[in-house]
Each structure stands twice: as C-alpha cells, then as structure tokens.
C-alpha cells in the first residue's frame, strides 16, 4: 500500500498543468453528464483536446484518435442536447432494442480484428488489440451518451475497468486513478438517467 501511494505522490509531482487540467475537466464533465447537464459538453471538449497530447506521448495511438473523436462528439453533443431544448423541455432519456447492440457489438469486433492487427504489425503501438477495443466501444458508447441513450452507463462500466489496466501499465497512474473515479461515479449516472427515462414515460402516458 505504501507502494502505491509513493507512486501516486511521484506521479502527481511529475504531472504537467495539461494532464491536471484535463484530469479536473474529466471530472467535471462526468458529473455534469450525470446531472444532464449541457454544459457537459464544454468541459469534455476541453479534456480531449488536452489528452490527444498525453497519450500520443504515452505511444497510445488509438486512445488519442479516440480523444479526437470525444473533441467532435463534445460538439456534437452540445447540439443535440440543445436542441431538445425548448418549451421548458430537455432531450429525454430512451433505450435502443437489443438487436441494434448486438449489430453494433459485431462491427465494433470487426474493427477491432482489422485495426488491431494493422497496429500491431506496422507500429510500436502498445496493447493494439485491447486499445482497439477500448476505442471503438467506446466511440459508440459516446454516441449513446450524446443520444442520451441509458445503456451507455454499461459500455463505459465495461470500458473504463479495461482501461484502468491499460493506463496504469503505461506509467499513467494518476490517470488511472480517474478512470477508477469514474467506475465508481458510473452507478450513480445509470440510476440517475432511469428514473429520467422512467418519468418521462410516465408523463408520455399521461
């Protein structure tokens, strides 16, 4: 335990402004989303411009591709969101049917076989399989959240456990520790957005 925490304390004396910046912008914007907070999206934005920089540096290629995508979908998102407002009315919660996750499972398997193969012959990308997979389930599990889609709590409960491992292998302790952060935070935003989808059904019955 003692290990542990020294390695922590030596991480966050290394840690740049950036990589703390982009850590209590994370923060913030997972917080935000749980609440169904628009501004959400400007705080993500902010974290995934600034983490192209930290994993490109970390050789971690795809999870800063991934941090593109996140930048485009914080955009996204900000309109999306926006425009369920109106009326006094916010985009509300729904679920998609078990067929549309099982066909995007299989594509995002598919993916994962070709990219991770490419990545691991033709680049020192480190875990290009398991990174691949991250990326990928986790580019659709944005989608779900910019949709306000409930099951997007289960793919990123899936995702983030996944890339504790991985972050904590490449020296990104601290960031790490986030991603475990987030773990935690992922139960509180899965019940929260069900009780949403659960009254608005209520109210498009009545």
């Known amino acids: ?10 991480q966050f004396q290394a840690w740049s402004v950036v990589e703390i910046i ?33 994993f490109l540096s970390a050789k971690l290629y795809m999870e800063s591709v991934l941090n593109c995508f996140y ?12 425009s369920g407002v109106g009326d006094g009315q916010e985009l509300p919660v729904r679920m998609f049917t078990m067929r549309v996750h099982l066909l995007a499972i299989s594509i995002i398997t598919l993916l994962v076989a070709a990219v991770g193969s490419w990545l691991s012959l033709n680049t020192d990308a480190a875990f290009p399989f398991i990174d691949s997979a991250t990326t990928f389930a986790a580019i ?7 949709r306000k889609v409930l099951e997007n709590w289960w ?27 987030y773990l935690l935070m992922i139960p509180f935003g899965f019940f929260q957005w069900k009780r949403s989808y659960k009254r608005s059904k209520r109210q498009q019955v009545s």
């Open 71 to 82: 930048f485009g979908m914080a955009v996204y998102g900000w309109f999306v969101w926006n």
């Open 22 to 54: 982009a850590v209590f912008c994370a923060v913030l914007y997972l917080l935000l989303a749980i609440r169904q907070s628009i501004w959400c999206w400007i705080f993500a934005a902010i974290s995934t411009a600034l983490y192209v920089w930290i």
């Open 155 to 181: 793919y990123f409960l899936i995702i983030d456990a996944i890339s504790i491992y991985i972050f904590w292998s490449r020296g990104l302790e601290l960031t790490a520790l986030l991603y475990f952060l």
């Open 1 to 10: 335990m003692e290990k542990f925490g020294a390695t922590l304390l030596d």
């Open 140 to 146: 659709w599990a944005t989608f779900l959240l910019a």
